[in-house]
C-alpha cells in the first residue's frame, strides 16, 4: 500500500526555520517526482516546490525562492522543505504528493497521484 506522510510542521516566529519532511513507503521513491502544496483557509491549494526523479531538478514558486529549499534522500524514502525566513503569510497546511519522474510545467495537482495528510505551519508571533 502506497502511503505519504508529511511532519515537521508547527508554530514559528516570523524569520524562523522549520524543516519539513515527507516520507513514502509501498513504493520506490526513486522513480517518482515530489511536489509540495499549501493550502491556507479559505484560499485554493498553492503549488510550492517541486524535485524530479530524473535528475533532481526542481521548481519554486516565486514566492518562496531564496529562502525554501527541497531535497530528497531515495535511501530514507524522504524528501525534505527546508524553510527559512518564514513570514506570516507562509501560514498554511502543507501537503506533499507523489507524481511522474518530472515536475510539471507548472504546478497542478491533478499531475501528482498519492497525496499526504498534510501538516500545519503556523509563522505567528
Known amino acids: 500500500q502506497q502511503q505519504v506522510v508529511e511532519s515537521g510542521g508547527g508554530l514559528v516566529q516570523p524569520g524562523g526555520s522549520l524543516r519539513l519532511s515527507c516520507t513514502t513507503s509501498g513504493f520506490t521513491l526513486d522513480y517518482y517526482a515530489i511536489g509540495w502544496f499549501r493550502q491556507a483557509p479559505g484560499k485554493e491549494r498553492e503549488g510550492v516546490s517541486c524535485?524530479?526523479?530524473?535528475?533532481?531538478?526542481?521548481y519554486y514558486v516565486d514566492s518562496v525562492k531564496g529562502r525554501f529549499t527541497i531535497s530528497r534522500d531515495n535511501a530514507k524514502s524522504t524528501v525534505y522543505l527546508q524553510m527559512n525566513s518564514l513570514k506570516p503569510e507562509s501560514t498554511a497546511v502543507y501537503y506533499c504528493?507523489?507524481?511522474?519522474?518530472?515536475?510539471?510545467?507548472?504546478?497542478?495537482?491533478?499531475?501528482?497521484?498519492?497525496w499526504g495528510q498534510g501538516t500545519q505551519v503556523t509563522v505567528s508571533s
Open positions: 524535485i524530479s526523479s530524473s535528475d533532481d531538478s526542481t
Open positions: 504528493a507523489t507524481g511522474p519522474p518530472a515536475c510539471p510545467l507548472v504546478p497542478a495537482t491533478d499531475w501528482y497521484n498519492y
